[in-house]
């Protein structure tokens, strides 16, 4: 799991992202926002989710998903950073299927024959306009 401490001068990344764990937990104090990813057909989207972080009598670690009034500045700008590293993911994500892609084209031949295909039916219409616009002249 990523952890980020949202406080000025800290915003260093500890671990990479768990199979199933967070793609990145930003925190403020007890309060943190936690980004998920959800593979899709259209490739990643990314939720986040804030809670408060308390320590119950035995000890245990909860959280709470509801904040003070006086919390509600600090929600804010963890939001503010969530939607920051979201983008930043997902710009991380198109520039490794732009990295896969140029690795796939590197392998694949010159010109697929498909947009050959094309190409010469394209060539062909436009000479069969032409030849029909100077008909009709």
């Not at 926002?33 to 989710?49: D, L, Q, V």
């Not at 972080?53 to 998903?65: I, L």
């Not at 994500?93 to 947009?115: F, K, N």
Request: glycine letters at 6%; hydrophobic letters at 25%; aromatic letters at 6%.
């Amino acid at each position: 799991m990523t952890e980020r401490n949202h406080a000025p001068g800290n915003t260093s990344q500890q671990q990479q992202p768990e199979a199933n764990g967070p793609a990145d937990v930003l925190r403020d104090g007890n309060i943190k926002a936690t980004i998920w990813k959800n593979e899709r057909e259209n490739g990643p989207s990314y939720n986040t989710t804030f809670a408060r972080t308390w320590q119950d009598e035995s000890g245990a670690y909860r959280d709470s998903h509801s904040f003070s009034g006086t919390e509600l500045l600090r929600v804010s700008e963890l939001a503010r950073g969530a939607y920051a590293r979201t983008n930043e993911l997902r710009r991380e994500h198109m520039q490794e299927l732009e990295v896969e892609i140029s690795r796939d084209d590197d392998d694949a031949p010159p010109q697929d024959q498909r947009e050959n295909f094309k190409a010469k039916r394209g060539s062909q219409d436009q000479q069969s306009r032409s030849q029909t616009v100077g008909r009709r002249k």
